[in-house]
């Protein structure tokens, strides 16, 4: 398995996940840092990566999800606002039991939320937080058949 993890994601949290012994792949190793979602998205989702951002707003912008969504993309998107990277990639890593589940029994493309334990110091006794499957295909086609007039 391997996965990318968006420029919002910085350096430090795709260092932590590759010290935890996971593949990663960095943005600023494939793409301008300015890229788009709608550019890495769909690269990404080609080479078969499972991507992970810290940006919600792919999850409410219709043309940067149907860019992953088209492309049969799998997406995890890290919730959290302010809290420290080391934080959010240790909370990554005790949920991943929970994310594999998730890549395991849904076919792409799919966007999913990660969410921390709450309190928030549940993380570093390795409390694992949660995963919601935020966008499968079946919404993703049902939201897109109501915006796309029937030709």
């Not at 550019?39 to 919600?56: K, N, Q, Y």
């Not at 990277?85 to 076919?107: G, H, R, S």
Request: hydrophobic content about 45%; glycine content about 8%.
């Amino acid at each position: 398995m391997e996965f990318f993890t968006d420029f919002n994601c910085g350096k430090q949290f795709p260092m932590l996940l590759r010290a935890a012994g996971l593949t990663v792949h960095m943005h600023v190793d494939h793409f301008e840092p300015d890229a788009d979602d709608v550019v890495w998205a769909p690269a990404v989702a080609e080479l078969g990566w499972v991507g992970i951002s810290r940006d919600r707003r792919i999850t409410r912008t219709a043309i940067e999800y149907d860019a992953l969504m088209f492309a049969g993309g799998r997406l995890f998107v890290m919730t959290g606002g302010g809290m420290k990277t080391d934080l959010l990639a240790k909370n990554f890593i005790n949920t991943l039991p929970k994310i594999l589940e998730i890549i395991v029994a849904n076919e792409a493309p799919y966007i999913a939320m990660v969410y921390r334990p709450s309190p928030i110091d549940r993380i570093l006794q390795g409390t694992p937080g949660s995963v919601k499957l935020l966008l499968s295909r079946e919404e993703w086609e049902r939201r897109r058949s109501r915006r796309v007039p029937a030709s």
